[in-house]
């Protein structure tokens, strides 16, 4: 069975498992993070749609992102997630899953879904299976120790897009929804938000399009994200999750944390906007 190694391990996050372990704590007990560890219901609720998670470093972002890892602690385990993230390294196909094989961190094996994976392949056929698309990417990756650090043993579908367009984003929304009606799924969108602008620019500009995201306004998502020239990594996961939560009926959307690089680092000239954001039934 194909093992598909750590790319980032020792750089976005600590390389060992104790380290590891005493990082993620440290994400959730940080000023900026939720301040507590995380209780896990004992039994799935099925309220949680899904999720809108960073992935840089966790030494910047990993207390933001430990706000979605709370919430997703509170509504208990799934039988499986799906993790959508942008593809940063420009390799393997433009939308590409990884329909089997295991993916290992610090922590263990992670389990990708086979079942999930041949029902999206056969409903979506701009799909390719190719798993060069994720050997080097982060965006997927970061959000297995947090899953680990809560579950142990997890099964997910990791799904990579390097076309993030509108279209897309309701194309493959469709499909997943359609897989995910009747199983317990959790879907993470893995996405960072302005890049290395001032802190000021960043905090107005992630503001509104934020806005559009609780408000799940998929045109007006991509409107604000064109014309505003927001430099957010993951459109495409975002409008994905979106497209789902709407056709799912979310009742509700909560902006759990937003915080920003500078916000970590003290380093306010050029940031990086982070925020979590749940999606409920």
């Known amino acids: 069975m194909f093992v598909r190694e750590p790319a980032v391990a020792g750089s976005f996050y600590e390389s060992s498992k104790e380290n590891l372990m005493n990082q993620i704590e440290w994400c959730f007990t940080h ?3 939720p301040g507590v560890l995380p209780k896990i219901s004992e039994s799935f609720t099925g309220k949680l749609i ?3 998670v960073p992935h840089a470093g966790y030494i910047y972002s990993g207390p933001i992102a430990a706000w979605a890892y ?6 208990g385990k799934p039988d499986s997630f799906i993790i959508i993230g942008p593809n940063h390294s420009g390799m393997g196909s433009p939308l590409a899953i ?6 290992r961190t610090p922590l263990g094996y992670a389990k990708v879904d086979s079942e999930l994976g041949d029902a999206l392949l056969g409903s979506l056929d701009i799909l390719e299976d190719d798993h060069t698309a994720h050997l080097n990417e982060h965006s997927i990756e970061v959000q297995l120790p947090f899953l680990q650090y809560l579950f142990g043993e997890v099964k997910f579908l990791p799904i990579s897009l390097m076309i993030q367009d509108r279209e897309v984003s309701i194309l493959l929304g469709e ?5 995910i009606k009747d199983r317990r799924v959790v879907v993470i969108a893995s996405t960072d938000f302005t890049h290395y602008e001032s802190y000021e620019r960043a905090y107005k500009n992630d503001s509104l399009i934020i806005d559009r995201i ?15 020239r927001i430099s957010m990594c993951g459109p495409g996961p975002t409008g994905t999750l979106i497209t789902i939560a709407k056709l799912l009926d979310a009742k509700q959307v909560l902006k759990l944390k937003y915080a920003t690089s500078g916000d970590t680092s003290g380093d306010m000239s050029f940031v990086v906007g982070y925020s979590s954001i749940a999606f409920l039934r």
């Open 50 to 52: 899904g999720v809108i």
């Open 70 to 75: 709370k919430i997703i602690a509170e509504n």
């Open 175 to 179: 499909a997943i929804s359609k897989i």
């Open 98 to 103: 990884m329909r089997k094989g295991l993916w």
């Open 31 to 33: 000023k900026l993070g």
């Open 214 to 228: 609780i408000n799940l306004d998929l045109d007006g998502f991509f409107k604000t994200y064109y014309s505003r």
